[in-house]
């Protein structure tokens, strides 16, 4: 990997970063596409934040990521929002435009493109989503503007889901909403095409639980998602399996959001996702 006068910088901002896995992602990208461009993280202080940004565009740098906990903060000092950022009301990706910052939500976009990589059409679809937190934002807002029919979100504490509801509904009136709380019954699932995890219920220390009773006989056809990523069969997923339903794997948002990202700093589309997921094995971020 060679770094000289006119290598070019996209990077992170967080705190922390020493865990991000979009180093090994970003700087793959670039070495496929042949760019002088190289990916690195940056650990920021809160009271730096502003700081950092206005360091993008000081230092010409290409692009960033942001991460934890600075997904909303930072869009106070970007020039401009991307209108479904500014509906999900956080941004995971800053591009400099000569020196404009622009800020973007690629989560569900990335979300979005793996449910129709693995096969699938959203467009006229009923959606469940369990959970109403920040990745069930991204997630709900891509799905409306992809053309889904109707959203049932679920989640631990209604309000929130009332809340996400009603900035859905003032942007997307054509799509159907119905918010409930997470004890999801057989009947509930009838008529519903993609069930979707958004909690972290299924997760690292938590992967022995399933967000939903595994009792529960499917109806035939439901698509099964889960965001989670670590394990890579969650018991959800492991559940639909059993049920003989395909599944679309957390993984698949994770690589294709960065990606996602990597085109809008580069203008490059890259086809990577089995070389991507393969790279994640090698480096131990998931267990496939
Ligand atoms: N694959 C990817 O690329 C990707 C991207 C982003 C996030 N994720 C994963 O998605 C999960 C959620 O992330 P987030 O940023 O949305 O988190 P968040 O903003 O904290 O939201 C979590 C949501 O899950 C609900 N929840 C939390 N604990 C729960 C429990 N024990 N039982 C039932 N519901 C529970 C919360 O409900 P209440 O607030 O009402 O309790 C909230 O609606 C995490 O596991 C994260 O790793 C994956």
């Known amino acids: 990997m060679k770094i000289s006068g006119t290598t070019q910088l996209a990077c992170l901002l967080g705190h922390p970063v020493s865990h991000s896995f979009s180093p090994y992602i970003h700087n793959y990208l670039a070495e496929k596409c042949g760019l002088d461009m190289r990916y690195v993280c940056f650990d920021v202080e809160d009271e730096q934040v502003e700081a950092a940004v206005k360091g993008i565009r000081a230092l010409g740098i290409v692009g960033s990521n942001v991460t934890i906990p600075y997904k909303i903060k930072v869009m106070d000092y970007l020039d401009e929002i991307d209108p479904n950022a500014a ?73 929130k889901a009332e809340q996400l509801s009603a900035q859905i509904k003032e942007h997307f009136a054509e799509v159907s909403i119905q918010i409930g709380l997470l004890n999801i019954t057989e009947a509930d699932l009838q008529g519903v095409d993609f069930l979707i995890n958004t909690t972290p219920v299924g997760m690292s220390k938590q992967k022995a639980l399933c967000p939903i009773n595994e009792t529960i006989q499917p109806p035939k056809g439901l698509v099964v998602c889960d965001i989670v990523y670590t394990p890579h069969d969650t018991k959800l997923l492991l559940w639909a399996k059993v049920n003989g339903l395909q599944v679309v794997h957390g993984i698949g948002m994770l690589i294709n959001q960065a990606v996602h990202s990597f085109y809008l700093w580069t203008g490059k589309e890259v086809a990577a996702y089995e070389d991507i997921l393969a790279l994640l094995v090698e480096q131990g971020v998931i267990d496939k």
């Open 87 to 159: 509906i999900i009301g956080a941004v995971n990706t800053i591009k400099n435009e000569n020196g404009k910052l622009i800020g973007y939500n690629t989560d569900g976009v990335g979300f979005v493109k793996s449910v129709i990589e693995a096969g699938h059409t959203l467009k006229g679809k009923t959606v469940m989503v369990l959970g109403a937190g920040g990745a069930s934002r991204a997630i709900t807002v891509e799905l409306a503007a992809a053309g889904v029919k109707k959203l049932l979100i679920c989640n631990n504490t209604l309000a």
